[in-house]
């Protein structure tokens, strides 16, 4: 052992599982929601899920309580007039038997066509989980702080130009 190095603890094997499935499960939250998939949206999502998302672009910070709340504020407010672009990593998770708490960098683009703006921004989610035996690991807590939002209109970017997929956003 090198002088001064700590032993470090192992994790057994159905730890790491937790963890990986986990972090699936919040790799699936964000697809969704950019891929406007309420219906597989909904199946990372406990029940019983709160959430809270604290952004200026909004005012005053967003609360929703259980599954058809939060699903039918994201695919109303995430219609098809709106694309978005979230990612999350460097995941902190940590399992407590069948709950679990994780902390995950986050940064994400809004482009709204119809107020040719473009809102991006960073934040930290924090997010709880617990594990149902028919559902696996799914989302019970999920809510960010941002760090920083900044919000540009397509008129200040000289030929901005966007594309998305099909049905999805165009416009020049």
């Given at each position: 052992m ?6 470090l603890?192992?994790?057994?094997i159905?730890t790491?599982?937790a ?5 699936r ?12 998939d309420?219906?597989?949206l ?7 899920v ?14 929703f ?16 007039k ?16 069948t ?70 956003l165009?416009?020049?």
């Amino acid at each position: 052992m090198v002088k001064g190095a700590r032993k470090l603890e192992s994790m057994d094997i159905a730890t790491l599982s937790a963890i990986e499935e986990i972090k699936r499960v919040k790799y699936r939250y964000l697809r969704c929601v950019d891929l406007k998939d309420w219906d597989e949206l909904a199946g990372t999502l406990a029940p019983d899920v709160t959430a809270n998302y604290g952004t200026p672009a909004m005012g005053e910070p967003l609360n929703f309580t259980g599954r058809t709340e939060l699903i039918d504020f994201l695919s109303t407010t995430l219609d098809e007039k709106i694309t978005t672009v979230h990612a999350a990593g460097q995941p902190e998770i940590d399992i407590e038997g069948t709950r679990a708490h994780g902390v995950w960098s986050f940064q994400d683009k809004v482009i709204a066509k119809e107020h040719k703006v473009v809102i991006e921004g960073a934040a930290f989610y924090e997010d709880s989980y617990v594990f149902e035996e028919q559902g696996g690991w799914l989302i019970r807590h999920t809510g960010y702080t941002r760090t920083y939002e900044a919000t540009y209109s397509f008129e200040s970017i000289p030929g901005y130009r966007l594309t998305s997929t099909p049905g999805r956003l165009t416009t020049t």
